[in-house]
């Protein structure tokens, strides 16, 4: 039985972290880090102005590219990567991406289903307000999870896009 065995340990291939030169370390991969794919977006622009092509300099790299299609797909199935539903958060956090790639508000429009929220506003508001302190969404956003406006002047949401308005007039 133990001979049994043996052969089932021996015929195992060691995992690519234990091979025999477990003694020396090898450098991590950094292409994916985040200051990796900035100094190759930064350099796609400066090479793109530099060199004449200042019309190509606002269009979206591949991946961006294909990442903006990947959010839109997944707001209209309303399914992250095609499996689970999303989450009134992973809304947010989609349209807010889509947002600062660029996309206009009209076209997030037409593929995402706004919700009617089922929640009170008064129950709400202490929780928008928590979750725009923390992750500082725009105001527009707050829309496509049924989240209306008299809960965001309530939250503070909209309190600094009420004082940029036309001043009241003093009658």
Do not use: C, W
Request: glycine content about 10%.
């Amino acid at each position: 039985m133990a001979a049994v065995k043996a052969r089932a340990k021996a015929g195992k291939s060691p995992r690519p972290d234990e091979k025999a030169e477990s003694g020396r370390t090898r450098a991590p991969n950094r292409r994916g880090s985040p200051e990796a794919i900035e100094k190759r977006r930064v350099a796609r622009v400066f090479n793109d102005i530099l060199g004449g092509h200042g019309a190509a300099s606002h269009k979206l790299d591949g991946r961006t590219e294909k990442r903006r299609q990947r959010l839109l797909k997944e707001l209209e199935a309303g399914k992250a990567r095609g499996a689970r539903e999303l989450k009134p958060l992973d809304i947010l956090q989609r349209v807010q991406e889509l947002m600062d790639l660029g996309e206009p508000l009209s076209s997030i429009r037409k593929v995402a289903k706004v919700k009617k929220s089922a929640a009170s506003p008064e129950s709400i508001v202490g929780v928008v307000e928590r979750l725009h302190r923390a992750y500082s969404f725009r105001p527009e956003v707050y829309r496509f999870v049924g989240i209306g406006e008299e809960v965001l002047r309530e939250a503070g949401v909209l309190a600094d896009a009420a004082k940029r308005g036309r001043p009241r007039s003093r009658g």
